[in-house]
Nanobody
Framework: QVELVESGGGSVQAGGSLRLSCVAS????????MGWFRRSEGNGREGVAQ???????YYADSVKGRFTISRDNAKSTLYLQMNGLKPEDTAMYYC??????????????????WGQGTQVTVSS
């Protein structure tokens, strides 16, 4: 019943922008920390950003200042606005949910539910 569906990925040139969305269902979205992770050949799996139920955010150093994570609890939707994209941002991006209103450490093992991912490709 739990489902996380990402969308918004695509191919863009360096410097471009994309907004990823993740529609969640089957769990109390508003009470969960939500996060974005990515997986690439070069860097493996890494945390990108996370946001607590109250709106507190944390970003990986590699995306800080360029990406913005947000959530709309009324729509059970998570977003990731990605600006100033770089080729090294190329990866499969995954939406994930953690059964805590607070996110604490950005660690994939702490997240309970995962989406199928959406591909982001940034060309030079």
């Amino acid at each position: 019943q739990v489902e996380l569906v990402e969308s918004g990925g695509g191919s863009v040139q360096a410097g471009g922008s994309l907004r990823l969305s993740c529609v969640a269902s089957g769990f109390p979205f508003s009470s969960y920390c939500m996060g974005w992770f990515r997986r690439s050949e070069g860097n493996g799996r890494e945390g990108v950003a996370q946001i607590g139920s109250g709106g507190g955010t944390y970003y990986a150093d590699s995306v800080k200042g360029r990406f913005t994570i947000s959530r709309d609890n009324a729509k059970s939707t998570l977003y990731l606005q990605m600006n100033g994209l770089k080729p090294e941002d190329t990866a499969m991006y995954y939406c994930a949910a953690r059964s805590s209103p607070y996110c604490f450490i950005l660690s994939a093992e702490r997240f309970n539910y995962w989406g199928q991912g959406t591909q982001v490709t940034v060309s030079s």
